[in-house]
């Protein structure tokens, strides 16, 4: 078949041949390339903050590229997360309420990683000059994991305050005269700066010196120890430690500090105080001396007892780098007290005994007044250091030596009357003197693995403990054979005690941490611990010629050592700083071996055991100002090498002790719970702490009343008696406490109102003559302190408390109950731009202790002070217990039903003018080699 095509139709065709052609050219040309799967889609997060490093609530963050308009709000922690993000070139822009707004920021990121985390993003305050308002939707409080944080610019105090002055704004904080810290029912033991022990951690020292204007946060933190800060595995139960951050303004400085003071009755206190703060570098030097009394509330003195201190003491610290890689951290201390004490007290106990002739139970009472005077003198050097080697940025090394050396000389004098069934008096005076050199060294390996979350951490402790003391005791001993004191006998006693004791202790632990997943990780921990123990006590009779013999049924030498071996394995949950549940749960198997030899009594010992022990920890976050954590750990304690003796150890004629090599180790369930809420828009904090400890298997002493066999009693004459201490496991122990409480702010922090207080059950287990009795205490506190400060020339904090124990006894059936209530005030005036007047007072009303015995005292104590040389120098007059009413009774509730009162009668009224001057600059931090500064969360700068 024939097609005639048109001259058209025909350069058509021909065209289309010729393309074809130049196609089929180009693919022989060009081989085909395999075909690229597409991009993967994306997650995007990060974290908003401000300049304090707090997280921006609320922020609005906006991402666009070619591919996405995304924009999404930072939650409560400040934190944003994009999911399904088409390009990894993008750009973001953030904005809130209050900050300047960013530049629109340019980002290149890798296309095929699934998940980018993007570095912190900082933004600046925006302040707006009108009415010189600055919006600032920030809260005052946080928590975070083991954390409780404040934002210091919230809580406004005087020019020249310190930081205790600060700390009483905050809630939930209570600050005593003495430079202690309470914070929500705890006690806070030791400070830090910038993430770093501050001048060997001394609390008081660290509050009542350094400025509040320097201070960007505080933190109260649950401090497991440098093991767990280097490993990350949390054992035991923490320490609350003060830790405060500076502002990046003032963060280098310098501060010297003077002061003297004199006064009537001998009083006198001087001091120097010096400081050099640089970042992470700390340099300070402390010198003091002093006389005070003992037991003047908010007088500075110490103890529950009468008498004067006199107390010198030095220090040096510094912390500083040297060259890149090293850090060195060295302290030394040296204190020396001579405390004269004044003590009295009165002790009623009971008996629960058995007639030989008619074998019926009667309980029979023992009163006790007891007197002593005492002169301790002590010395103390303490020598410490930490040098951190940063072989690279994946080993690391610390070595930290430690030399501590005391002695003392102890004269004291007591005297004891005792009526009941014990009816004897004693008179003896002691003179004692002792030497305790203790060395030690730590040395600790970490390396981190190319993932960072693994690591492996060797430690190795070693410290050598010798203690010598000698004790030349003179006693005069009567025993009294009948009622009327007509009959009795004598003992006199004059004896030389010598004892020597040496304790070496090792221990190596090995630490393993390896990641399961992004969120959850594997800790294993390996340890072997040895403690060795020499002891050396042998007694020496005093002849009237002067010679000395040994008395052998009275000497004591044994050695002993003590091995355990710990293999924990422990899964976390919640490792991400994002993770709002956080769960980790372990287990602990403990073999030991308890070995020994009682030379004095030819006895040897081999005991070993094993113990299984549970730990678990949970926290849950709803927000950063909103937390729960609930914690269990468990114990196991073994008897001591003296509890398991089955023989007679008579060092103390009035209290030989028998063991029972039968005893079981006990072991403790603890159970501990916390719940935080703080309302950023009500400015209301509120707390609770519960705590929960059982008991099995606790080793008791069984006190058996049995016949003095030194005294030889005749016909129709009373029996005298000692107390033999027997011991024996009882199961059915437990304690039950919680404390609560609760902050609110008024008016822009002007009026604070706090409720605190705590509630405690002890159900005790003790033996008495091989009856069982339970000793129940029940004590509940209740705390209310307003804290006023309408202006800033007026202040004042009202106080009061009610303190109320019941104690109660099943064997004795018996009850006694104690109440306190006390009113307290105290606070200050400003007049005339550079006077200050400030007063304290206290009143107490104690009911269920006989009235003789307290006369509800009232204390009054004020001071009138003279700003001086544009407020850096100061001169006061202070005036302490103006009515002379400083006579306190406490008392203390025995196992075996009874109680002790202790009283105070301290010479407590006297008046004192103080000089002091501080000189202090601060500056801001500034980056190396003009890169920005860097800071961790703790305030430590990278």
């Known amino acids: 078949m024939t097609v005639n095509l048109s001259p058209g139709g025909r350069k058509i065709i021909l065209l289309l041949l010729i393309l074809l052609g130049i196609i089929k050219v180009n693919a022989q040309n060009n081989p085909s390339k395999p075909v690229e799967p597409p991009l993967p889609l994306r997650e995007i997060s990060g974290i908003v903050k401000d300049s304090t490093d707090l997280g921006v609530i609320g922020a609005t963050v906006s991402l666009t590229s070619d591919k996405d308009t995304l924009k999404i709000a930072t939650n409560n922690d400040g934190i944003f997360i994009f999911k399904n993000v088409k390009s990894a070139t993008y750009t973001i822009v953030v904005q809130s309420i209050g900050y300047v707004k960013t530049p629109a920021m340019l980002f290149k990121q890798n296309d095929r990683i699934p998940r980018i985390v993007m570095d912190p993003i900082v933004l600046k305050e925006e302040k707006n000059t009108l009415n010189t308002v600055v919006i600032n939707g920030e809260p005052s409080i946080t928590y975070k994991t083991d954390t409780i944080e404040y934002r210091a610019s919230d809580y406004v105090v005087r020019e020249n305050s310190t930081v205790d002055e600060l700390l009483k704004k905050m809630e939930g904080m209570e600050v005593g005269a003495d430079g202690s810290l309470i914070h929500n029912g705890e006690a806070v033991l030791r400070a830090k700066l910038n993430g770093k022990e501050y001048l060997g951690g001394d609390l008081a020292n660290a509050i009542k010196n350094l400025p509040a204007e320097i201070v960007d946060k505080i933190q109260i933190v649950d401090d497991y120890g440098d093991e767990a800060a280097r490993t990350g595995v949390k054992e035991g139960d923490p320490q609350k430690i003060l830790n405060i951050t500076t502002r990046l303004d003032k963060s280098v400085g310098n501060i010297v500090r003077l002061n003297t003071a004199g006064g009537n009755n001998k009083r006198y206190d001087a001091g120097i105080f010096g400081t050099r703060i640089n970042g992470n570098q700390q340099i300070g030097v402390r010198t003091g001396y002093r006389n005070t009394v003992n037991g003047v509330a908010g007088g500075g003195g110490g103890g529950g007892a009468g008498g004067t201190t006199t107390d010198g003491n030095g220090s040096f610290s510094i912390r500083d780098k040297i060259g890149k890689k090293i850090e060195i951290n060295v302290n030394y201390g040296f204190n020396e007290n001579d405390v004269n004490s004044l003590n009295n007290s009165f002790t009623r106990s009971f008996t629960n005994f058995r007639d030989p002739v008619t074998q019926k139970d009667t309980l029979i009472a023992t009163n006790s007044t007891r007197g002593n005077t005492s002169d301790n003198n002590s010395k103390n050097h303490n020598f410490k250091a930490e040098i951190d080697f940063e072989l690279d940025s994946n080993n690391f090394f610390n070595f930290s030596p430690s030399i501590n050396y005391s002695s003392s000389l102890n004269l004291r004098s007591d005297s004891s009357y005792q009526t009941g069934f014990r009816h004897q008096n004693q008179i003896s005076s002691n003179i004692s003197t002792t030497t305790r050199p203790q060395l030690g060294a730590a040395i600790s390996y970490t390396h981190r693995f190319t993932n960072k979350r693994r690591r492996l951490s060797l430690h ?159 926290e849950y976050l709803w927000s950063r100002q909103h937390k729960i954590s609930l914690n269990y750990s468990g114990s196991a304690n073994e008897p001591s090498f003296d509890q398991i003796q089955p023989v007679k150890d008579v060092t103390n004629p009035q209290n030989p002790r028998i063991g029972n090599p039968d005893l079981k180790a006990s072991f403790t369930h603890t159970i501990r719970s916390e719940y935080n809420n703080y309302l950023a828009n009500m400015k209301m904090n509120y707390s609770v702490n519960m705590n929960a400890s059982f008991s099995q298997n606790s080793v008791v002493n069984n006190t058996l009343d049995v016949l003095d066999p030194n005294v030889v009693v005749g016909p129709n004459q009373k029996a005298v008696y000692i107390s033999e201490t027997r011991f024996i496991n009882v199961d059915g122990s437990y304690n039950l406490g919680s404390n609560y409480s609760i902050s609110k702010q008024f008016n822009n922090r002007k009026y604070n109102l706090s409720f605190s207080g705590s509630a405690n059950y002890n159900h005790r287990i003790s033996m008495s003559n091989g009856e069982q009795n339970v000793n129940t205490v029940r004590s509940f506190v209740e705390r209310f302190g307003p804290r006023i400060n309408p202006t800033d020339w007026f202040e004042i904090n009202p106080y009061a408390s009610h303190n109320y124990t019941k104690s109660e006894n099943t064997l004795l059936k018996n009850q006694n109950e104690i109440s306190t209530l006390a009113f307290n005030v105290d606070g200050k005036i400003y007049f005339l731009e550079s006077w200050q007047f400030g007063y304290s007072a206290s009143k107490n009303y104690v009911s269920g202790i006989k009235p003789n015995l307290t006369s509800n005292p009232f204390v009054v104590n004020a001071y009138l002070e003279k700003e001086l040389f544009h407020r850096r120098g100061r001169v006061s007059l202070h005036a302490f217990d103006l009515l002379n009413q400083n006579n306190f009774v406490s008392r203390d509730y025995n196992d075996n039903g009874g109680y002790t009162d202790t009283r105070s009668n301290a010479l407590s009224q006297y008046f004192m003018v103080r000089l002091s001057m501080r000189l202090q600059k601060w500056t801001g931090a500034k980056g190396r080699n003009g890169q920005p500064i860097r800071r961790r969360g703790d305030g430590s700068f990278m």
Not at 505 to 513: I, N, P
Not at 543 to 561: C, E, R, W
């Open 460 to 618: 190795a402790n070693l410290n050598s403990n010798s203690n010598d003391a000698e004790q030349q005791r003179e006693a005069n001993i009567i025993y009294f054979l009948n009622e009327e004191e007509t009959e009795r006998r004598d003992s006199l006693v004059n004896r030389i005690i010598a004892r020597k004791n040496l304790q070496n202790s090792y221990r190596g632990s090995l630490t393993f941490v390896e990641p399961l997943s992004l969120n959850t990780q594997l800790e294993l921990n390996t340890q072997i611990n040895y403690n060795g123990y020499s002891n050396d006590a042998t007694t020496r009779n005093v002849m009237p010629t002067g010679y000395s013999q040994v008395i052998d049924s009275l000497s004591n030498i044994f050695d002993y050592s003590f091995t355990q071996a710990r293999v924990s394995l422990n899964f976390r949950y919640g490792i991400e700083n994002t993770a709002k549940f956080r769960f980790s749960a372990g287990l602990t198997g403990i073999p030991s071996l308890l070995s020994g030899t009682k030379v004095s009594l030819g006895t040897t010992t081999e005991r070993k055991s094993f113990n299984l022990i549970p730990i678990a920890r949970m």
